[in-house]
Each structure stands twice: as structure tokens, then as C-alpha cells.
């Protein structure tokens, strides 16, 4: 019996590491852009005009170890949005810093399915007018951060990426949930 599960942890340890050595030359540093459209979840009834989707952008640099797992850091702008009723009018603009964790399963030689888990620091920047008058304040919380991503290789150092990051934007108390759905190229390096 110990003879067997020496034996069935030796053939392991050895799969272990031929697998790390196999991946160990996968590890690289990528680079990802890309544009979408946001989306900031509000109420907006009793609103004459009222915009919960804008044009944003995230730019995102990451490590890939090389088995799948990756950590990035990157900044997304999630879009401006715009309330007004009459002669007053808010705009509403959430940015955030994020640093988090990735996750990509191959779902064949060129696709890949991409989880992101992190931690941001949100900054909801709000912008009001009411006529001549106008003021602006900012409110930062650190938030979590998800996001799923599918991509396509275009070459073995370049992909196409469609994804959708989630976050909450906070100001003086109130929370809404902001996501994202972009288009990118993802570059290794």
C-alpha cells in the first residue's frame, strides 16, 4: 500500500512539473485597449432627458504566469452621463483604478474565456447646473470589480477581446451599479 501511494504521488509530482515546465515558457506580459459602451444603473423617472448609456474605455497590463492565471492592473472610464430636467442638468462620470486577479480557460487552440476578479478604487465625479450656476464634486470608494471576457488569437501575440466589466459607483451615499461592454486587442509582449 505505501509502495502504490509513493509510487501515484512520484507520477504526479513528475505531470506536476512537466505541465509548469511546459506553461513556463507561456508566461508573458500582455497589454489590452479597448472601447464600449456603459451603462449606469439609476432611476431616471420623472426626468425629462436622461442618458444611462455613454462611450467608455478601459487600458489594462497584466502578467500571464503561464497557467491560466494572469494579474492585472488597468483604468477604465466608464462613460459620462448626462441627467437634465429643464434648466438643471447632472452629469455623472465614474472612472476607476483596478488591480485584481484573471483566470483564462482555452476553449480551443484559439479561443479563450477570460474570468476577472479585483479590487478598484472608483472615483464618481458629478457635475451639476442649474442655468448661469454650476458645481462639481468627486467621491472615491473602493469597490469590487468583476468582469467576463471571450477572445479570439489573431496571431500567437495578438487578440481580439469582447467583454463586459461590473463595478458600483458611490456618491454621498448612494450607490449604483456601472458596467461596461467593450471591444479590444489584447498584445503580448
Same mark, same amino acid.
Given at each position: 500500500?505505501?509502495?502504490?501511494?509513493?509510487?501515484?504521488?512520484?507520477?504526479? !509530482?513528475?505531470?506536476?512539473?512537466?505541465?509548469?515546465?511546459?506553461?513556463?515558457?507561456?508566461?508573458?506580459?500582455?497589454?489590452?485597449?479597448?472601447? @464600449?459602451?456603459?451603462?449606469?444603473?439609476?432611476?431616471?423617472?420623472?426626468?425629462?432627458?436622461?442618458?444611462?448609456?455613454? *462611450? &467608455? #474605455?478601459?487600458?489594462?497590463? @497584466?502578467?500571464?504566469?503561464?497557467?491560466? /492565471?494572469?494579474? $492585472?492592473?488597468?483604468?477604465?472610464?466608464?462613460?459620462? /452621463?448626462?441627467?437634465?430636467? #429643464?434648466?438643471?442638468?447632472?452629469?455623472?462620470?465614474?472612472?476607476? !483604478?483596478?488591480?485584481? #486577479?484573471? /483566470? *483564462?480557460?482555452?476553449? &480551443?487552440?484559439?479561443? @479563450?474565456?477570460? @474570468?476577472?476578479? &479585483?479590487?478598484?478604487?472608483?472615483?464618481?465625479?458629478?457635475?451639476?447646473? +442649474?442655468? +448661469?450656476?454650476?458645481?462639481?464634486?468627486? $467621491?472615491?470608494? *473602493?469597490?469590487?470589480? +468583476?468582469?467576463?471576457?471571450?477572445?479570439?488569437?489573431?496571431?500567437?501575440? *495578438?487578440?481580439? $477581446?469582447? #467583454?463586459?466589466?461590473?463595478?458600483?459607483?458611490?456618491?454621498? &451615499?448612494?450607490?449604483?451599479?456601472?458596467?461596461?461592454?467593450?471591444?479590444?486587442?489584447?498584445?503580448?509582449?
Amino acid at each position: 500500500m505505501k509502495k502504490t501511494a509513493i509510487t501515484l504521488a512520484a507520477l504526479l !509530482l513528475a505531470v506536476t512539473a512537466q505541465a509548469q515546465s511546459s506553461n513556463a515558457d507561456k508566461a508573458h506580459a500582455y497589454g489590452l485597449l479597448s472601447l @464600449g459602451q456603459g451603462h449606469l444603473n439609476v432611476d431616471c423617472s420623472g426626468v425629462q432627458r436622461c442618458d444611462r448609456n455613454a *462611450t &467608455g #474605455g478601459k487600458a489594462v497590463v @497584466g502578467y500571464a504566469f503561464g497557467n491560466g /492565471f494572469s494579474l $492585472e492592473g488597468g483604468y477604465t472610464h466608464f462613460g459620462r /452621463f448626462h441627467a437634465s430636467d #429643464g434648466p438643471l442638468g447632472v452629469s455623472v462620470r465614474p472612472e476607476a !483604478l483596478s488591480l485584481g #486577479g484573471a /483566470f *483564462t480557460a482555452q476553449l &480551443g487552440p484559439d479561443w @479563450g474565456l477570460v @474570468g476577472r476578479l &479585483g479590487v478598484a478604487r472608483v472615483r464618481t465625479k458629478l457635475s451639476a447646473e +442649474a442655468g +448661469a450656476l454650476s458645481s462639481s464634486g468627486s $467621491e472615491s470608494k *473602493t469597490q469590487p470589480i +468583476a468582469g467576463l471576457a471571450v477572445n479570439y488569437a489573431l496571431t500567437p501575440s *495578438t487578440r481580439v $477581446e469582447l #467583454g463586459m466589466d461590473t463595478t458600483r459607483a458611490q456618491y454621498q &451615499g448612494e450607490r449604483s451599479t456601472v458596467r461596461m461592454v467593450s471591444l479590444g486587442a489584447r498584445m503580448a509582449f
